[in-house]
C-alpha cells in the first residue's frame, strides 16, 4: 500500500444541490437550536414599551442564532465547502454525563465527592488518560473547590454525604 491519498471520489448522502454540506448541516443545527430556545421562552413575558421582561434578551438572542443559522445554511447551499467530517462521541458524552452525575449527587453526597466524581467521569472521555496524574489533579482540584465555595465565596455549600454529617 502506497502512502499517497487515493482520488476515490467521496460518497455523501446529501442531496447534489447542498455544495457545502457541513455549513448546511451547521446551520441547520444552530437553526434547531434557535427554535428550541424561542419554544422554550415562549411563557416568558417579553418586552412592554421601554421596559424589559424575562424572555426579551433569551428571544432576541434567539432570533439572532436564527438569522445567523439561516445565512450559514444558504453559504453551504450556494459554496463549495467540506464535507461532513466524522466526529468523536466519547469526549462530549462523558463531559455530559459527568454535568449530570454532579447535578444529580452533589445535595446527598456532599461537595467533596461529587466534585471528585464528576473529574473522574470527565476523565474517561479520552483514552489518553493518565490515571495516576489524573486521580492527583482530581484530589487537587477537589481540594481546593472545597475550600473556595464556603470558605473563600461564602456559599452555603455542604461539603460531605448527609449520612456523614448528621
Known sequence: MSDTPSHVPVKSIMPKWVRGPQDFVGGLALMAIALFALWASSDLQGMHGFSFGAGTAPRMFAVLLLGLGFAITVVGILTEGAHLATYAWRGPLF????????????????????????FMIAALGTHET?????????????????????????????????FLVQ
Not at 492527583?136 to 460531605?160: N, R
Open 130 to 162: 493518565r490515571w495516576k496524574e489524573t486521580i492527583i489533579v482530581g484530589v487537587v482540584l477537589t481540594a481546593f473547590c472545597s475550600f473556595l465555595f464556603p470558605y473563600g465565596l461564602g456559599l452555603p455549600m455542604q461539603l460531605w454525604p448527609r
Open 95 to 118: 463531559v455530559s454525563l459527568s454535568i449530570l452525575s454532579f447535578a444529580i449527587t452533589i445535595r446527598p453526597l456532599g461537595l467533596v465527592i461529587s466534585a471528585f466524581l464528576t
